[in-house]
T-cell receptor
Framework: EAGVVQSPRYKIIEKKQPVAFWCNPISGHNTLYWYLQNLGQGPELLIRYENEEAVDDSQLPKDRFSAERLKGVDSTLKIQPAELGDSAVYLC??????????FGEGSRLTVL | EDQVTQSPEALRLQEGESSSLNCSYTVSGLRGLFWYRQDPGKGPEFLFTLYSAGEEKEKERLKATLTKKESFLHITAPKPEDSATYLC????????????FGTGTRLKVLA
């Protein structure tokens, strides 16, 4: 069974440029999470989806970050414009039921 | 406020030298406590879920235990391939399905 798939794995952009990350969760997993992980830190929640509905986006900086999950499957996280402080790893995770999270490999963003 | 604290931040062990990692938590009702392993450049990989005090889970050289205030990840006779960052997360029973992660313990096992 395929795991959570994220792309791109690495992205280097200039500040003020836009960037988008894509996530395909495990088949059948209705809940999808986007996390941000800084070096030496644990993952921090950005947004959680139940099917296509964003049910927890309180930590998402809505002035520059946006996310969507059309048809309740794939999801895209966008940053526009990117700032130096956005350099981090963006992790996508999915879950079935109430149990553990399954993470993708992450998308590492470097903003110059 | 829900909080997870992991210690130590980093740990160096000789191959075969057993030790324990700690995860202390403060949460308004525990739905579950999760242990993950994270290798450099990879996403966290699920290891164990613990639901109630007294529960224990084992996998190869790893054993996780849970009390009402903390969890331990015991590593018996570690090997260099056990080197990784170990993350602990708790899920509160407040109904939001929010997972709160600690900052992890970076384990290095020397041959």
């Amino acid at each position: 069974e395929a795991g959570v798939v994220q792309s791109p794995r690495y992205k280097i952009i200039e500040k003020k440029q836009p960037v988008a990350f894509w996530c395909n969760p495990i088949s059948g997993h209705n809940t999808l999470y986007w996390y941000l992980q800084n070096l030496g830190q644990g993952p921090e929640l950005l947004i959680r989806y139940e099917n296509e509905e964003a049910v927890d986006d309180s930590q998402l900086p809505k002035d520059r970050f946006s996310a969507e999950r059309l048809k309740g499957v794939d999801s895209t996280l966008k940053i526009q414009p990117a700032e130096l402080g956005d350099s981090a790893v963006y992790l996508c995770a999915s879950r079935e039921g109430t149990g553990e999270l399954f993470f993708g490999e992450g998308s590492r963003l470097t903003v110059l | 406020e829900d909080q997870v604290t992991q210690s130590p931040e980093a740990l160096r062990l000789q191959e075969g030298e057993s030790s324990s990692l700690n995860c202390s938590y403060t949460v308004s009702g525990l739905r579950g406590l999760f242990w993950y392993r994270q290798d450099p450049g990879k996403g966290p990989e699920f290891l164990f879920t613990l639901y109630s005090a007294g529960e224990e889970k084992e996998k190869e050289r790893l054993k996780a235990t849970l009390t009402k205030k903390e969890s331990f990840l015991h590593i018996t006779a570690p090997k260099p391939e056990d080197s990784a960052t170990y993350l602990c997360a708790v899920q509160a029973s407040s109904g939001t399905y929010k997972y709160i992660f600690g900052t992890g313990t970076r384990l290095k096992v020397l041959a």
